[in-house]
């Protein structure tokens, strides 16, 4: 068993389109990642069942967030692209993180009380441990990095707390202790109708968030309809306090052009939001069409999608096999 030390995995759920926040807090930083890392990328349909998914349409939104993997530039043949439910490896040892982790940790997670609001009695008891799960993702590859957007910060802390308290109770070094990557100028995209609120596929409004399945008109209209204030772009960051649509738009510009919020800010300074959108909806049509158009060629070929995932399958289990012989030899299961 290899004990890497750049190695990363992370994972994107096949529960709806995917969206600008997706797309920006963390595929975009996948393609910049994969030449330096060794690279696992899941689509995690273990984790979408945690909330109802329609049985007709789950294996193709699956097949769909493989197809945005590789239009975003996400090279198949040199990253493991691979989905989750096909890997039984992560299951197995998320039952074992549930017998580690302890329950005043993920009681305190903030994201399942958002998600469970009021309702929190009648949730899946997959939605409390969903990021038990999560850290066997990680674990089982032994990743050492974990690319992700802003709200999954919380997440990555309880990995790292799996994994030390593992190593504790077993007097073992077998897990990592794997460093979160959250970088980019749009590292939590909000919402284009409430400022304060994440973007996000549960989002009632379809005006609150751009789809990587849009068409051109449809990321046109959106932008021009996008919340914002009467005031013209400011001179610099510190203006821009309690006015968080500016902010989230000019993010979104600066990571869109790969460039910083600083230059943004400098390019537009004293412009109105008419033409600061104009030039947005142009940027974000030119960024993201070529990787609709692409995705929309690649579902036309679902053999080859399948070929992908077939050979990443093939490859996720190989890695994550021995860690779990491994892990069970550690804790005195019996041996195969
Ligand atoms: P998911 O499917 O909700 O989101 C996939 C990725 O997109 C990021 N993201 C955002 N980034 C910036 N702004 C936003 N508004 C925004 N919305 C989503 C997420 O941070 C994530 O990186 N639990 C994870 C999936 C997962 C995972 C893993 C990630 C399962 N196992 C192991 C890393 C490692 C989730 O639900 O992501």
């Not at 674990?139 to 709200?151: M, Q």
């Not at 897990?175 to 100028?185: A, D, K, N």
């Not at 996720?316 to 299961?333: C, D, M, N, R, W």
Request: charged share 25%.
């Amino acid at each position: 068993m290899d004990k890497p030390n750049k190695r990363i995995l992370s994972g994107v759920q096949p529960s709806g389109d995917l969206h600008l926040g997706n797309y920006l807090g963390a595929i975009k930083n996948f393609v910049s990642l994969q030449q330096e890392y060794e690279c696992f990328f899941c689509v995690v349909d273990l984790h979408a069942i945690t909330v109802w998914q329609d049985p007709n349409v789950l294996a193709n939104k699956t097949r769909e967030v493989t197809a945005a993997f590789i239009a975003s530039g996400i090279d198949p043949k040199k990253n493991n692209i691979f989905v989750q439910s096909q890997v039984p490896q992560h299951a197995q040892l998320a039952w074992i993180f549930n017998c580690v982790a302890r329950m005043g940790w993920l009681n305190r997670m903030t994201q399942f009380k958002d998600k469970a609001g009021k309702n929190s009695e009648n949730v899946s008891v997959g939605l409390f441990s969903y990021p038990t799960l999560m850290a066997a993702d990680i674990l089982i590859y032994l990743a050492t990095h974990v690319p992700v957007g802003d709200d999954q910060k919380q997440h990555l802390e309880l990995t790292r707390d799996i994994a030390q308290k593992f190593n504790n109770d077993f007097n073992t070094d077998l897990f990592p202790i794997p460093e979160p990557l959250i970088f980019g100028e749009a590292t939590r995209v909000m919402s284009l109708r409430d400022g304060s609120k994440k973007m996000s596929k549960s989002d009632p409004s379809d005006y609150s968030r751009i789809m990587l399945t849009d068409s051109a008109e449809n990321i046109i209209q959106k932008i021009k309809k996008a919340k914002t204030d009467a005031e013209p772009l400011p001179e610099n960051k510190n203006n821009l306090d309690g006015r968080p649509e500016a902010e989230n738009l000019i993010s979104i510009f600066a990571s869109l052009q790969n460039s910083s919020f600083e230059k943004v800010i400098s390019e537009y300074a004293g412009k109105d939001f008419a033409t600061f959108k104009k030039d947005l909806a142009d940027l974000s049509v030119s960024k993201l069409e070529p990787i609709t158009t692409e995705m929309n060629r690649l579902m036309n070929d679902i053999s080859y999608i399948d070929s992908i995932l077939n050979t990443g399958k093939e490859k996720a289990i190989s890695v994550a096999e021995p860690v779990l012989q491994k892990t069970k030899q550690i804790i005195g299961f019996l041996s195969k």
